[in-house]
Each structure stands twice: as structure tokens, then as C-alpha cells.
């Protein structure tokens, strides 16, 4: 079996007359582990086909094969094995962009431990809430900033069993690298079941204290279409998806279905994300596929591409927040790409997106992937007309649904919300034209309902994003005597405009709305900051100033 086929096997697949998939499932078998049937399987067939580019901001490089992967994988998970890891454990990760990451989470499926990654941003009160809320066990962790201090801080409260450390040595700590070596290459497979609990995020927490998301074997093989149809990517592919690996979308694009294509993944550890920096990568590497969130797209363009020559990209994809109509054209107009949307969640794979040889609609986020059967439906779980605004949802099969997690953990009374009407609850509104693209509105807390109006932000967002003097923008409802609740707008500005946050701007900016949108759409209240409230992960928290300006989630 060649590497293009190895994933072949688990795979139903069909095309439409134009060769846009419109049929995809899996065929899974009992003992299904994606470390052992895909990542070994590939290092068996040809062990020196190029896994891996790994960089630094410090001008390091080193490049992995599929097989050294698989071998390092071994040893780590022996090592694990003999300092006292256990199957069904939970193992916290927070390893940035670390070359280690991969090793690990291979390692950690190989011996059927749960792997709950972690962003190096959170401080103590964040651990000693994952920590309890997760029943974490053991801990891997990178020895960059104020990454193990922080930890050590939080296991006064909540003591755990292991500490490992990667880049560096302290007290207390186990180092992961130089353990690492003193263990074998090979390993016997461990038993475990497809329907096991194999990984746990915390979801992004945009409304509230973070939800633990369970996610099975099968989690890993559902990213298949992410690749395959929606990335574009073959075996000969060099993929970067910006992402760490405290976040869902690491293993949406660094990880599990570019892997399970052979495809090389580019992957550039920087402290610091700067614009011009990551478009040197792409050029210096000859990336071919780039997916990174439109925030970061928005960068690349208001901050300057002059000077890089990105003609190596063959596609471009976007996800992890809605996209702005000024984006997609903007990087249209300047490489070619049309930029390909995708939606989904922590708690599912791609749902909605514009696989490879479809036509894309500048603020679309697409149509419905072919393993999901997505609906807009209203408050009792009924699909509404076309046109109507609602939530997404995911009709549920009986049995087996891949590409869904299995529920939160300890958490029944937000399990019976998520999955009630025979639905997956996606808790965001959109709705969906004749064509079967569908259309972004907002989360459903975020509508604002003003003098009989229901308005989502999303939209008023995309045309403030059009004019030049606005980088960010956040809407959400203020109160009003009269009409209830009103239009605000907060504001960052670009670097042009810094210090101009003056009424004649604000009138300009309420005029540029009412002229490319339903007058009673535009803010009437218009307030400029440095800086937008965000969760760890860099999505808007639109709550926190709702609660500032007394509007009650």
C-alpha cells in the first residue's frame, strides 16, 4: 500500500459532476488508533518521506521524517509508560509550536492517555480551574517565559502526579528531552478502542468559564475532509497553519488529516506573531497551502505584503472567525487566491466550508461538508425557510457520528442543551439562501434587538472593516431608553488614524454604514480603544462589553 492510500481504506468518497465532493464517510474498525494506523503505517511504507519542516525565531531548523515521527513516538510513549502514565489519564500539554508536540500527542494515543492541550497564555487561576475541572494527572510543559512558574503556582491548590519539562531544566521537573533518550524505538501496540476517550480541549469561553469537550479516536480521521477537500493538499503539499497547539484548530491543520495524506506540514515556533515575519517563511520555504484566521489575513494586508514574494501559494483557506468581504478581496486583488471559508467548532471538525472546485461567495462561509447533514433551525429545533435567520445546527444519525465530540465532561445540563432536539447546537445564527450557502450572523447572545429590529453584528463589522481607518471592530448592543438596546460600535483603529478618534470621524464612520447597509443598522454610539476584550484564543469577547455598558447575556 502507497502513502496516498493508507487513509484510503477508512474513506467513502464521492464527487459531483465538477469534482466537488458531495459524499464522505467512514468505515472505522474496533481498534482504530490514527498514532498506530496512520502515522506508523506510513513510516512502514516509505519511513523517509519528509513529515515536517520545524523552525524557530531564533534561526533554528530541523526537519522530521515519517519514520523518525514514529520512532520518537515509541520511545515517548515507553518513557510515559515507566514514569508511571496509565491509560484513560489526563495529561495536560502546553508546548507552543514545539517540534515535542507531535511526539507526544503520537505517544499519547499509542499507550490510550487523554491529551488536554493548553495555551502558554494561561495564569495561575486558568490552571487551577483546568486543573479541577479536567481531573488533570500529569503535565508536559515548555520551559520558555513564565510558562512553569505559573503551574507550580497552581499545583499548591491542586498537586499532580507529573511534571516534564521541555526546553530546560528545573527543580521538580523531569526532563522531557533528555529522558527521551534513554528509551527503545519500538513499542508493542497497547489495545485501545476507537470509541475511547482520546482528547479534551476547553472551548474558547467567549460567554463564560471554559466547557471541557470530549473527543474519540475518531476525531482524528473526521479531519480528512479538512485536508483533503477543503486545504487542497496531496502528499507533495507543504501545508502551514499558523495555530498553537493550545487550540482545536492545531490538529485541524497541523496534525491529523494533512498527515493522514503524507503531505509535509510547515511549522514556524515564534514568540511573537509579526506579519512580515510569517511571509518570509511562506517565500523562504516555498509554502504551497496556507490557512490561518481572517484577523491574521487582515494583517498580512493592512500592514503591508510589498516586498514578499508569496507566488509559491497555491491556496489559501480561512477559519476560526468570521470572514470580512474587504479581506477576501483585498488578498484576491493582491495574490490571485480567492480564500477559501471553512466553519466548525472545538467541539466538531470542518461542518460548513467551500471544498476544492467550488465557486466561493465573498462572505459566504460556504455550503455543508457531505459528512454532515446541517440545518438552520429555530428555538424548538424546527429547520426554518431559506432567507431565515437561525442556529446552525447538525441533524444527529442514530449511532455514530463523526466529526462530532461526544459530549462535555462532567457537565449533563450543558450536554442536554447542546444535543437537544436530535440536534447538535452550535449556539451560532446564520441563515441559508436557495443555493445552499449560508451566511454568518452572529452568536446568539450576540444579536441585538433594537426598536422591534433583530441585528447581528456581523455584518455592520464587515462594512466597517471596509474603511481604512478601522483594523478591528466589535458590535454590540448599549442601552437605550427608547428603543431598548442600540447599535455600538468599538473601534480600534489603524496605525494612520491613531489619535483621530474624533466626532468627524465618528459621523464619517456612521455614514459609511448607513451607505452600504439598512439605515437603522448603523452604530449610534461609536467608542475608539487600543485594544478589543478577547479570550486566550484571540476571538472578541463581545460579552465583556455588553457587562461594561450594563447590558445583561
Not at 459531483?16 to 488508533?33: A, C, H, I, Q
Not at 491556496?315 to 470580512?324: K, V
Amino acid at each position: 500500500m502507497n502513502v496516498q492510500d493508507i487513509h484510503m481504506q477508512y474513506i467513502e468518497e464521492g464527487f459531483d459532476e465538477n469534482g466537488v465532493v458531495n459524499k464522505f464517510d467512514l468505515k472505522l474498525p474496533e481498534n482504530f488508533s490514527y498514532a498506530y494506523d496512520i502515522i506508523d503505517k506510513i513510516a512502514e511504507t516509505e519511513p523517509e518521506r519528509r513529515a515536517m519542516i520545524w523552525c524557530d525565531d531564533e534561526g533554528r531548523e530541523r526537519i522530521f521524517s515519517y519514520g523518525e515521527l514514529s520512532r520518537l513516538s515509541n520511545r515517548a510513549a515507553n518513557m510515559l509508560l515507566d514514569l508511571g502514565v496509565k491509560k484513560g489519564e489526563r495529561v495536560m500539554t502546553v508546548l507552543k509550536r514545539h517540534w515535542q508536540m507531535w511526539i507526544v500527542t503520537f505517544a499519547l494515543e499509542k499507550i490510550g492517555a487523554i491529551l488536554i492541550p493548553a495555551t502558554n497564555q494561561l495564569k495561575k487561576k486558568d490552571y487551577v480551574y483546568r486543573f479541577r475541572e479536567g481531573d488533570i494527572d500529569h503535565i508536559i510543559a515548555t520551559g520558555d517565559g513564565d510558562v512553569c512558574e505559573n503551574i507550580e503556582a497552581a499545583c499548591a491548590d491542586c498537586p499532580l502526579k507529573l511534571k516534564l519539562i521541555v526546553k530546560g531544566k528545573r527543580d521538580g521537573w523531569i526532563s522531557f528531552d533528555d529522558k527521551l533518550e534513554c528509551y527503545s524505538d519500538s513499542i508493542e501496540r497497547i489495545p485501545t478502542n476507537v470509541d475511547d476517550d482520546c482528547l479534551m480541549f476547553f472551548s474558547s469561553g467567549t460567554t463564560g468559564y471554559p466547557k471541557m469537550v470530549i473527543h474519540s479516536h475518531r476525531y482524528s480521521v473526521s479531519h480528512i475532509p479538512t485536508a483533503k477537500y477543503w486545504h487542497h493538499l496531496n502528499k507533495d503539499s507543504l501545508h502551514l497553519t499558523i495555530s498553537e497547539s493550545g487550540w482545536g484548530k492545531f490538529f485541524w491543520g497541523k496534525i491529523y488529516g494533512q498527515m493522514a495524506l503524507g503531505a509535509t506540514i510547515m511549522t514556524y515556533d515564534f514568540t511573537r506573531f509579526v506579519p512580515g515575519d510569517v511571509l518570509h517563511i511562506i517565500e523562504k520555504y516555498k509554502v504551497t497551502s496556507l490557512c490561518c484566521p481572517p484577523t491574521m489575513y487582515r494583517f498580512f494586508i493592512k500592514e503591508g505584503m510589498e516586498g514578499h514574494d508569496i507566488s509559491c501559494l497555491e491556496y489559501a483557506t480561512t477559519a476560526g472567525e468570521a470572514l470580512n468581504a474587504e479581506v477576501y478581496d483585498r488578498f484576491k486583488e493582491m495574490t490571485g487566491l480567492s480564500l477559501m471559508e471553512g466553519f466548525g467548532q472545538t467541539e466538531t471538525t470542518l461542518i460548513i466550508g467551500n471544498p476544492y472546485g467550488s465557486v466561493s461567495r465573498s462572505g459566504s462561509m460556504g455550503r455543508a461538508m457531505p459528512m454532515f447533514d446541517v440545518i438552520i433551525a429555530d428555538t424548538e429545533g424546527n429547520e426554518v425557510p431559506d432567507g431565515t435567520t437561525g442556529e446552525i445546527c447538525v441533524r444527529l444519525k442514530k449511532g455514530v457520528n463523526n466529526g462530532i465530540f461526544k459530549g462535555y465532561y462532567n457537565n449533563p445540563e450543558a450536554n442536554e442543551k447542546a444535543f437537544a432536539f436530535g440536534l447538535y447546537h452550535t449556539g451560532d445564527t446564520a441563515y441559508r439562501d436557495p443555493d445552499g450557502y449560508f451566511w454568518y450572523v452572529g452568536r446568539i447572545d450576540d444579536v441585538i434587538k433594537s426598536s422591534g429590529y433583530r441585528i447581528g453584528p456581523f455584518e455592520i463589522e464587515s462594512i466597517l472593516m471596509e474603511h481604512p481607518a478601522v483594523l478591528e471592530a466589535a458590535i454590540t448592543a448599549a442601552p437605550d431608553p427608547i428603543r431598548g438596546q442600540v447599535v455600538k460600535a468599538t473601534i480600534v483603529l489603524t496605525s494612520e488614524y491613531r489619535g483621530r478618534g474624533d466626532e468627524a470621524l465618528v459621523k464619517e464612520l456612521q455614514n459609511y454604514v448607513k451607505a452600504n447597509t439598512a439605515p437603522y443598522k448603523y452604530p449610534r454610539i461609536i467608542e475608539f480603544v487600543d485594544e478589543l476584550p478577547k479570550t486566550i484564543s484571540g476571538k472578541i469577547r463581545r460579552v465583556e462589553i455588553r457587562e461594561k455598558d450594563g447590558i445583561n447575556s
